[in-house]
T-cell receptor
Framework: SQELEQSPQSLIVQEGKNLTINCTSS?????LYWYKQKYGEGLIFLMM?????EEKSHEKITAKLDEKKQQSSLHITASQPSHAGIYLC???????????FGKGTLLTVNP | NAGVTQTPKFRILKIGQSMTLQCTQD?????MYWYRQDPGMGLKLIYY???????DKGEVPNGYNVSRSTTEDFPLRLELAAPSQTSVYFC????????????FGPGTRLTVL
């Protein structure tokens, strides 16, 4: 079965700093979802990547999918306290019906 | 559209009690899912459904049951609650296909004492 490993597990940054979160798959990635979760709330969809080398941006968040390396990265530029939360990556497993998720990266942004 | 709604938001159960977690989506999505989220453990799939009348087990189905009589509703039943079922439960739905997005409900926080 597919496993997704996220790194780092947690991250504390000063407001205004850039940061990167990685998601590495045990198998070839055919698609990759990024979600954000605030404490006590549901998961908010950020973006989905499908093709190797694909890159998408939304406001100050950029995600890339490197299919050859079985890895995706999420980069936040000039972080703000509103970026704080748990970031999770998810990917289709053997069946397209189901997504496998990483354990998440807890991001804290200090003002 | 309300998206994916879940009730209740919070619940405390005693060991051995039963309850049903409700999930409804108004997006006419074929696929629906139930996950549980434990601290530091990510999301674990409990059950999923690819359409009305069709359900299947996920990674951690023991102690749970589901039904899918309509496209909109996908209730999760806990029989004989145990402390190990203390968790946050999320329902999700998606259209299905290579370009779709999976949408999550706000979650139900369940404590079994």
């Amino acid at each position: 079965s597919q496993e997704l490993e996220q790194s780092p597990q947690s991250l504390i940054v000063q407001e205004g700093k850039n940061l990167t979160i990685n998601c590495t798959s045990s198998k070839t990635l055919y698609g990759l979802y990024w979600y954000k979760q605030k404490y006590g709330e549901g998961l908010i969809f950020l973006m989905m990547l499908q093709k190797g080398g694909e890159e998408k941006s939304h406001e100050k968040i950029t995600a890339k999918l490197d299919e050859k390396k079985q890895q995706s990265s999420l980069h936040i530029t000039a972080s703000q306290p509103s970026h704080a939360g748990i970031y999770l990556c998810g990917a289709p497993g053997g069946s397209n019906y189901k997504l496998t998720f990483g354990k998440g990266t807890l991001l804290t942004v200090n003002p | 559209n309300a998206g994916v709604t879940q009730t209740p938001k919070f619940r405390i159960l005693k060991i051995g009690q039963s309850m049903t977690l409700q999930c409804t989506q108004d997006m006419n999505h074929n696929y629906m899912y139930w996950y549980r989220q434990d601290p530091g453990m990510g999301l674990k799939l409990i059950y999923y459904s690819v359409g009305a009348g069709i359900t299947d087990k996920g990674e951690v189905p023991n102690g749970y049951n589901v039904s899918r009589s309509t496209t909109e509703d996908f209730p999760l039943r806990l029989e004989l609650a145990a402390p190990s079922q203390t968790s946050v439960y999320f329902c999700a739905s998606r259209v299905g296909g290579s370009t779709d997005t999976q949408y999550f409900g706000p979650g139900t926080r369940l404590t079994v004492l």
